[in-house]
């Protein structure tokens, strides 16, 4: 699968789901339950915000990327895209299809985390116009 021609489309659980969990067990591990991809797609579903999108060729997901937007920020997250087509532009154009949605939207900023020492993921934000900004990030669970 070395042709990149794809088309970016809302995700469907029905056709997408199982493609979409194994995707993401590969490109991103999960270590902790909270964030296991059944869990993370259906708290995304309940949602309905419309901001989860896959690549698709030919019926099959090369990559995904979801959106959260709540009037003032968006945030990005679980871009995604398979190994093998990696470094050619899928990712690319995942974000940038997204953040147009999220300027139809009236947003006027996008914030994104990645996990420290990820210097690969790390580069490819920076190539698409992100910038490191100084700030702490903290986090609770509650559960």
């Known amino acids: 699968m070395q042709d990149t021609q794809f088309q970016i489309i809302e ?5 997408h789901r199982v493609q979409v969990i194994k995707l993401w067990q590969i490109v ?10 059944e869990v993370v797609i259906d708290k995304k579903l ?10 698709v060729k030919e019926q099959e997901v090369v ?24 470094k050619q532009g899928i990712g690319s154009r995942l974000l940038s299809f997204t953040q147009r949605k999220l300027v139809n939207r009236g ?6 985390q990645i996990m420290e020492g990820n210097e690969s993921v ?9 910038s490191v900004e100084k700030r702490v990030s903290m986090g609770k669970k509650l559960y």
């Open 122 to 130: 790390q580069k490819f934000y920076l190539a698409n116009g992100y």
């Open 63 to 86: 990559g995904t990327v979801m959106a959260g937007y709540d009037g003032h920020r968006a945030w990005i997250y679980s871009i995604a895209v398979r190994p093998e087509l990696q």
């Open 11 to 15: 995700y469907n659980n029905l056709k």
């Open 46 to 55: 309940q949602n309905k915000d419309g901001l989860f999108f896959v690549a």
């Open 28 to 37: 991103f591990g999960y270590e902790a339950a909270h964030n296991s991809p």
């Open 107 to 112: 947003c006027l900023k996008v914030n994104l």
